[in-house]
C-alpha cells in the first residue's frame, strides 16, 4: 500500500505512475479503529501550500511534514501524498502542514469523526483559504466497485466512470461527484482489465485516467477483486502547474 509525491514511500509497495494518465496508489485499512478511535489517512490536495514568509505569502517547498494535533504523522507531505491509515481519536482532528523552519499552514480542523468509522481527509483549497475535507469511507464490499472522491475546489462538479485498458478504452460513466463528496459505484463480482477516470460525461481530464494495474504493478491483468482489495478510488484534486502527479490519484481499497 503506496502513495508517492515525486518517489515517497507510505505504505508497503511501489507508486507505478500511469504514463500520461495521472498517478496511482495502493491503500487499504491495516487494521480496524479501536474502541472510541477512527481509522483517518490524509492525501495533500492543495496546488500549494503557502504561509507568509517575509511578508509574502510563499508555498512551504519540500520541506514540509504533516502534523495532527501536534504530533507529526508524515515526515513528508507534498502535493498528492497520501498516508497510510492510523488511529486516532474520534471528534475533530486539527492539521498542520508545516516547514522545516516552523513556517505553516493550519491548524485547519476537521468536522467531528464519529468512532469506529474509517475517513480519508484531504487538505485543499488555496491562501489563505484552506480546508480539511473528511470523507467516510464506504463499507467493505464483496462485489467490486469504484469510489470517486471530490477534493477539487477549483472543479466543484465532475463525473467520474470506467474503461477497458486493451483495445479500444469503451469509457462508460458511471455517475458524478460533488466537491466534498464520495459517490461510489457497484460494477459486477469480478472485472478484469479495468480502469476508472474523472471527468466530464465519458471524456477523462488530463492525467484523469487510472487503470488498475497502474496501483499495483502486481496486478497484471487490471482484475478486481486482487487479494483483498475490491475497490478502485480516485481523488479528484485541484491541479498543480508542472507536475506529472495529479489531478486524480488512484488507490486499491476494501
Known amino acids: 500500500m503506496l502513495a508517492r509525491t515525486g518517489l515517497l514511500p507510505s505504505l508497503a509497495a511501489a507508486i507505478v505512475l500511469l504514463a500520461g494518465c495521472g498517478t496511482s496508489n495502493d491503500s487499504t485499512p491495516s487494521i480496524a479503529a479501536a474502541p472510541g478511535n477512527v481509522q483517518v489517512r490524509f492525501i495533500q490536495g492543495s496546488p500549494s501550500l503557502e504561509a507568509i514568509i517575509?511578508?509574502?505569502?510563499?508555498?512551504?517547498?519540500?520541506?514540509?511534514?504533516?502534523s495532527v494535533d501536534g504530533t507529526t504523522v508524515a515526515s513528508s507531505f507534498l502535493y498528492a501524498y497520501l498516508t497510510p491509515f492510523a488511529n486516532y481519536h474520534s471528534g475533530?482532528?486539527?492539521?498542520?502542514?508545516?516547514?522545516?523552519s516552523g513556517y505553516k499552514v493550519g491548524p485547519v480542523k476537521t468536522t467531528a469523526l464519529a468512532a469506529g468509522k474509517s475517513y480519508t481527509v484531504a487538505l485543499v483549497g488555496t491562501y489563505p483559504n484552506?480546508?480539511?475535507?473528511?470523507?467516510?469511507?464506504?463499507?467493505p464490499q464483496s462485489r467490486v466497485t469504484v469510489s470517486a472522491y471530490g477534493a477539487s475546489p477549483s472543479v466543484p462538479n465532475a463525473d467520474f466512470g470506467s474503461f477497458v485498458t486493451s483495445g479500444q478504452r469503451q469509457y462508460k460513466k458511471l455517475g458524478s461527484v460533488t466537491l466534498?463528496?464520495?459517490a461510489?459505484?457497484?460494477?459486477?463480482?469480478?472485472?478484469?482489465?479495468?480502469?476508472?477516470?474523472?471527468?466530464?460525461?465519458?471524456?477523462?481530464?488530463?492525467?484523469?485516467?487510472?487503470?488498475?494495474?497502474?496501483?499495483?504493478?502486481?496486478?497484471?491483468?487490471?482484475?478486481?477483486?486482487?487479494?483483498?482489495?475490491t475497490r478502485l478510488s480516485l481523488f479528484f484534486l485541484d491541479p498543480k502547474g508542472g507536475q506529472s502527479?495529479?489531478?486524480v490519484l488512484g488507490s486499491l481499497d476494501q
Open 54 to 66: 517575509g511578508g509574502q505569502p510563499t508555498d512551504l517547498g519540500p520541506s514540509t511534514y504533516l
Open 92 to 100: 475533530s482532528l486539527s492539521l498542520e502542514a508545516l516547514d522545516s
Open 130 to 139: 484552506y480546508k480539511a475535507l473528511a470523507f467516510e469511507e464506504p463499507a
Open 245 to 247: 502527479l495529479g489531478p
Open 184 to 229: 461510489t459505484t457497484n460494477v459486477g463480482t469480478h472485472v478484469t482489465n479495468f480502469g476508472a477516470y474523472i471527468g466530464h460525461g465519458t471524456m477523462p481530464v488530463e492525467r484523469g485516467a487510472i487503470a488498475v494495474e497502474s496501483v499495483d504493478s502486481f496486478d497484471t491483468r487490471g482484475v478486481l477483486p486482487f487479494h483483498n482489495a
Open 180 to 182: 466534498g463528496e464520495i
